[in-house]
Protein backbone atom coordinates (compact mmCIF):
# COMPACT_ATOMS: atom_id res chain seq x y z
CA UNK A 1 0.00 0.00 0.00
CA UNK A 2 1.34 3.47 -1.08
CA UNK A 3 0.72 5.94 1.83
CA UNK A 4 1.92 8.68 0.36
CA UNK A 5 -1.67 8.93 -1.81
CA UNK A 6 -4.33 10.77 -0.46
CA UNK A 7 -7.10 8.14 -1.26
CA UNK A 8 -4.77 4.84 0.22
CA UNK A 9 -4.14 7.40 3.51
CA UNK A 10 -8.06 8.12 4.10
CA UNK A 11 -8.88 3.92 3.52
CA UNK A 12 -5.98 3.88 6.28
CA UNK A 13 -7.77 5.67 8.52
CA UNK A 14 -11.21 4.23 8.05
CA UNK A 15 -9.66 0.91 8.63
CA UNK A 16 -8.56 1.83 11.72
CA UNK A 17 -10.14 4.26 13.48
CA UNK A 18 -12.37 2.54 15.29
CA UNK A 19 -9.96 -0.20 16.85
CA UNK A 20 -7.47 3.09 17.71
CA UNK A 21 -10.58 4.79 19.66
CA UNK A 22 -11.17 1.92 21.19
CA UNK A 23 -7.48 1.12 22.78
CA UNK A 24 -7.58 4.77 23.38
CA UNK A 25 -10.29 4.43 25.48
CA UNK A 26 -8.35 2.45 27.79
CA UNK A 27 -6.41 4.99 28.76
CA UNK A 28 -8.30 8.30 27.73
CA UNK A 29 -11.84 8.46 29.09
CA UNK A 30 -12.89 11.93 27.01
CA UNK A 31 -13.70 10.92 23.84
CA UNK A 32 -12.61 14.31 22.28
CA UNK A 33 -9.50 14.14 23.70
CA UNK A 34 -9.12 10.64 22.34
CA UNK A 35 -9.74 11.75 18.89
CA UNK A 36 -7.96 14.71 19.49
CA UNK A 37 -4.71 12.23 19.84
CA UNK A 38 -5.64 9.98 17.24
CA UNK A 39 -5.71 12.65 14.71
CA UNK A 40 -2.05 13.74 16.16
CA UNK A 41 -0.98 10.38 15.01
CA UNK A 42 -2.30 10.41 11.57
CA UNK A 43 -1.25 13.94 10.82
CA UNK A 44 2.19 12.98 11.98
CA UNK A 45 1.93 9.86 10.20
CA UNK A 46 1.47 11.66 7.08
CA UNK A 47 4.22 14.41 7.73
CA UNK A 48 6.69 11.47 7.87
CA UNK A 49 4.73 9.43 5.17
CA UNK A 50 7.92 9.05 2.89
CA UNK A 51 10.16 7.85 6.04
CA UNK A 52 8.03 4.90 6.38
CA UNK A 53 9.55 1.62 5.67
CA UNK A 54 7.19 -0.24 3.82
CA UNK A 55 8.19 -3.64 5.30
CA UNK A 56 6.92 -2.71 8.50
CA UNK A 57 3.61 -2.91 10.03
CA UNK A 58 1.65 0.28 9.51
CA UNK A 59 -0.67 -0.04 12.28
CA UNK A 60 1.72 -1.62 14.78
CA UNK A 61 3.23 1.56 14.38
CA UNK A 62 0.27 3.71 14.86
CA UNK A 63 -0.34 1.89 18.31
CA UNK A 64 2.59 2.80 19.42
CA UNK A 65 2.48 6.36 18.30
CA UNK A 66 -0.99 6.48 20.02
CA UNK A 67 0.04 4.54 23.24
CA UNK A 68 2.49 6.98 23.68
CA UNK A 69 0.51 10.05 23.10
CA UNK A 70 -1.72 9.02 25.75
CA UNK A 71 1.40 8.17 28.21
CA UNK A 72 2.75 11.87 27.61
CA UNK A 73 -1.11 13.30 27.85
CA UNK A 74 -1.37 11.39 30.98
CA UNK A 75 1.56 12.43 32.39
CA UNK A 76 0.96 16.22 31.51
CA UNK A 77 -2.47 15.80 33.36
CA UNK A 78 -0.58 15.12 36.13
CA UNK A 79 2.22 17.62 36.01
CA UNK A 80 -0.56 20.53 35.48
CA UNK A 81 -2.98 18.60 38.37
CA UNK A 82 -0.64 17.90 41.14
CA UNK A 83 -3.60 16.31 42.65
CA UNK A 84 -1.68 12.58 43.26
CA UNK A 85 0.28 12.52 46.55
CA UNK A 86 2.75 10.50 45.75
CA UNK A 87 3.65 12.09 42.22
CA UNK A 88 7.43 11.47 41.83
CA UNK A 89 6.47 7.85 42.17
CA UNK A 90 3.69 8.41 39.48
CA UNK A 91 5.60 9.48 37.47
CA UNK A 92 8.61 6.66 37.56
CA UNK A 93 5.75 3.64 37.09
CA UNK A 94 5.01 5.82 33.47
CA UNK A 95 8.86 6.10 33.17
CA UNK A 96 9.16 2.01 34.03
CA UNK A 97 6.32 1.58 31.56
CA UNK A 98 8.61 3.05 28.98
CA UNK A 99 11.64 0.91 29.56
CA UNK A 100 9.58 -2.08 29.93
CA UNK A 101 8.07 -2.21 26.42
CA UNK A 102 11.91 -1.64 24.73
CA UNK A 103 14.51 -3.72 27.24
CA UNK A 104 13.83 -7.05 25.66
CA UNK A 105 12.31 -7.42 22.20
CA UNK A 106 12.27 -11.29 22.34
CA UNK A 107 9.43 -11.35 25.23
CA UNK A 108 6.12 -9.44 24.72
CA UNK A 109 6.39 -5.91 25.55
CA UNK A 110 4.94 -4.97 28.77
CA UNK A 111 1.62 -3.14 26.61
CA UNK A 112 1.02 -6.77 25.09
CA UNK A 113 1.27 -8.57 27.71
CA UNK A 114 -1.19 -5.88 29.99
CA UNK A 115 -3.28 -6.23 26.86
CA UNK A 116 -3.08 -10.07 26.40
CA UNK A 117 -4.15 -10.30 30.29
CA UNK A 118 -6.67 -7.21 29.99
CA UNK A 119 -8.42 -9.97 27.30
CA UNK A 120 -7.99 -12.86 29.35
CA UNK A 121 -9.47 -10.76 32.42
CA UNK A 122 -12.74 -9.77 30.21
CA UNK A 123 -13.13 -13.35 28.83
CA UNK A 124 -13.81 -14.22 32.59
CA UNK A 125 -16.41 -11.95 33.43
CA UNK A 126 -19.94 -12.95 33.43
CA UNK A 127 -21.68 -13.27 29.41
CA UNK A 128 -24.03 -9.82 30.16
CA UNK A 129 -21.26 -7.77 31.57
CA UNK A 130 -18.48 -8.86 29.29
CA UNK A 131 -20.76 -8.10 26.37
CA UNK A 132 -21.69 -5.00 27.43
CA UNK A 133 -18.15 -4.05 28.13
CA UNK A 134 -17.20 -5.05 24.75
CA UNK A 135 -19.69 -2.98 23.32
CA UNK A 136 -19.39 0.02 24.93
CA UNK A 137 -15.09 -0.46 25.37
CA UNK A 138 -14.06 -1.69 22.71
CA UNK A 139 -16.71 -1.01 19.77
CA UNK A 140 -17.59 2.00 21.48
CA UNK A 141 -21.34 1.85 21.20
CA UNK A 142 -23.65 4.08 23.04
CA UNK A 143 -24.74 2.80 26.34
CA UNK A 144 -28.09 3.55 24.97
CA UNK A 145 -27.67 1.61 21.97
CA UNK A 146 -26.43 -1.07 23.71
CA UNK A 147 -29.51 -0.88 26.36
CA UNK A 148 -31.91 -0.93 23.32
CA UNK A 149 -29.59 -4.10 21.12
CA UNK A 150 -29.95 -5.95 24.77
CA UNK A 151 -33.35 -5.72 25.70
CA UNK A 152 -32.01 -4.18 29.05
CA UNK A 153 -32.25 -1.09 31.17
CA UNK A 154 -29.98 1.93 30.55
CA UNK A 155 -29.44 1.81 34.27
CA UNK A 156 -28.62 -1.86 33.36
CA UNK A 157 -25.99 -1.28 31.25
CA UNK A 158 -24.62 1.40 33.53
CA UNK A 159 -24.08 -1.04 36.69
CA UNK A 160 -22.83 -3.82 33.94
CA UNK A 161 -20.12 -1.37 32.83
CA UNK A 162 -19.73 -0.33 36.45
CA UNK A 163 -18.95 -3.88 37.47
CA UNK A 164 -16.85 -5.09 34.32
CA UNK A 165 -14.59 -1.68 35.01
CA UNK A 166 -14.32 -2.22 38.88
CA UNK A 167 -13.91 -6.05 38.15
CA UNK A 168 -11.09 -5.22 35.55
CA UNK A 169 -9.27 -2.66 37.38
CA UNK A 170 -8.83 -4.69 40.61
CA UNK A 171 -7.38 -7.84 38.65
CA UNK A 172 -4.98 -5.54 36.30
CA UNK A 173 -3.19 -3.90 39.55
CA UNK A 174 -2.66 -7.38 41.24
CA UNK A 175 -0.81 -8.70 38.61
CA UNK A 176 0.58 -4.96 37.61
CA UNK A 177 0.94 -3.30 41.16
CA UNK A 178 3.56 -0.66 39.62
CA UNK A 179 1.64 0.02 37.12
CA UNK A 180 -1.26 1.81 39.13
CA UNK A 181 -1.45 5.09 37.61
CA UNK A 182 -1.83 4.43 34.36
CA UNK A 183 -4.58 1.36 35.36
CA UNK A 184 -6.67 3.77 38.06
CA UNK A 185 -6.77 6.80 35.32
CA UNK A 186 -7.98 3.54 32.57
CA UNK A 187 -11.07 3.35 34.30
CA UNK A 188 -11.91 6.31 36.51
Not at 148 to 167: D, P
Amino acid sequence: MNYENPNEFTLLYRETYKRLHGYCSLFIKDSQQAEDLIHDCFETLWKNKSSIDPSKSIESLLFVMLRNKCLNYLKDIHLSDKKTLKFDDNINEIQYLYQLDFLNKEEASLEEQMVQSLKLFIEELPPKRKEVFIKCKIEGCKQKEIAEELGISLKMVEKHLSQAKTQLKTKLLVKYPTLSLLIISIFQ
